[in-house]
């Protein structure tokens, strides 16, 4: 519970400064808020320095309460410990892989969720779109359109033909390459919960795409029933036959070999990490193209590095990469990617949740568990 001093709090990671609005209505008399619109890298990444990690926890220490952005800034056991002052963490999104949640609960820390179904207490604006649209009839999540863009912008050389038509780092000139037609090829989904059936289903519907699928447990009766979940058959919605399974589940080898497109959709975790090595970058025909915008640590760096500075696949898109916001001598940002034999790539700062209604709605709710908890009431959706 709250005491009656003012409460200190920290809105972290806020990149695009809209978060102190949604706290406004908070009284000035009972909390002090700090907004920052930059993170400090992650306290356990092996590349963080230990100047990153004193400076990581100085920023932290003065606040009971910490206002964070999804996955920006990680709470590792290490950090938790350092934070005597911490009372609350107060996450966008309901699922913390990031956080230790056990070591939260030791210290007495509350950690609460802002599952995007907006204010409970009627205050708030319309909850976000996909709270609201039925995927049946077209619904889905803005990491769904993201990946959409990224498939899309590759295949049409998108983001090459601005580069030359507006001369940035080449003399002006007019079309580099010829674009890949989606139609009827494979797309291969890696990893297959609600994010891959729904960009599957896109792919299907809009191009008429062949499916295929893997993850570690995944049955052809789990890809069935999520084919039915997104309003298609599990038998015969494809392009291939009457008898043939709408979202086919392959062996990861076939998917790697087979697929024009691959898109990873996979929860990180330790058994996760790397899934995507120098063995399945080496499976990929030349002519495939590689999209993550799930988490950049499914995919072994110097493995894809490699494949890409060597022109071994058609390109990659990513939005998500091991350290972010990416250092400025990072290789994906020094590399000159237009140099010719190179893969095509293109890169997006993790913007696939990034979209207006759905950050509102995440602020919204962390804004009424904050007053809530500075009134000495029970915070919503607490998970520990």
Not at 85 to 90: A, D, P
Request: glycine share 10%; proline share 4%.
């Amino acid at each position: 519970m709250a005491s009656a001093t003012r409460v200190k709090v920290g809105i972290l990671d806020d990149y695009h400064g809209i978060a102190a609005q949604y706290f406004s209505s908070i009284e000035p008399a009972k909390v002090e808020i700090i907004t920052f619109n930059d993170t400090i890298s992650a306290y356990s990444h092996p590349r963080t320095t230990d100047a990153d990690r004193r400076a990581l926890v100085e920023r932290l220490t003065p606040f009971a309460v910490l206002s964070t952005m999804r996955e920006r800034t990680p709470f590792p056991t290490e950090l938790l410990r350092q934070l005597p002052n911490l009372k609350v963490l107060l996450a966008t999104g309901t699922q913390f892989e990031s956080f230790d949640m056990k070591t939260a609960k030791d210290l007495g820390i509350t950690v609460g969720a802002a599952p995007g179904k907006g204010r409970t207490d009627g205050k708030g604006s319309e909850p976000s779109a996909r709270a609201r649209i039925d995927i049946k009839k077209g619904g889905g999540h803005p990491t769904t359109q993201h990946a959409w863009a990224l498939i899309l912008a590759l295949a049409r050389n998108v983001a090459a033909d601005d580069a030359v038509v507006k001369g940035k780092g080449v003399k002006p000139g007019w079309q580099t390459d010829l674009a890949i037609g989606l139609q009827g090829k494979t797309l291969g989904l890696v990893g297959f919960g609600r994010l891959g059936a729904l960009t599957a289903r896109v792919g299907l519907l809009a191009w008429g795409m062949r499916i295929v699928c893997w993850s570690e447990n995944l049955t052809q009766e789990k890809a069935d029933k999520l084919a039915e979940d997104v309003g298609l058959a599990a038998t015969g919605g494809g392009i291939v036959g009457d008898d043939e399974k709408t979202f086919k589940v392959v062996s990861k080898e076939e998917l790697f070999k087979t697929s024009d497109v691959v898109s990873l959709h996979y929860v990180l975790s330790l058994r996760s990490k790397g899934i995507v090595g120098a063995r399945e970058l080496g499976w990929l025909k030349s002519s495939a193209l590689l999209i993550n915008t799930s988490r950049g640590p499914l995919i072994d760096e110097d493995a894809l590095l490699e494949t890409l500075r060597n022109g071994r696949i058609r390109g990659a898109a990513l939005d998500v990469f091991d350290i972010e916001p990416l250092p400025a001598d990072s290789p994906w940002r020094a590399e000159d990617w237009q140099e010719q034999g190179k893969s095509r790539v293109l890169l997006t700062p993790h913007m696939g949740y990034v979209e207006e209604g759905t950050l509102r709605t995440w602020y919204e709710e962390t804004a009424e568990n904050l007053e809530r908890y500075v009134e000495g009431r029970e915070l919503l959706h607490a998970l520990t």
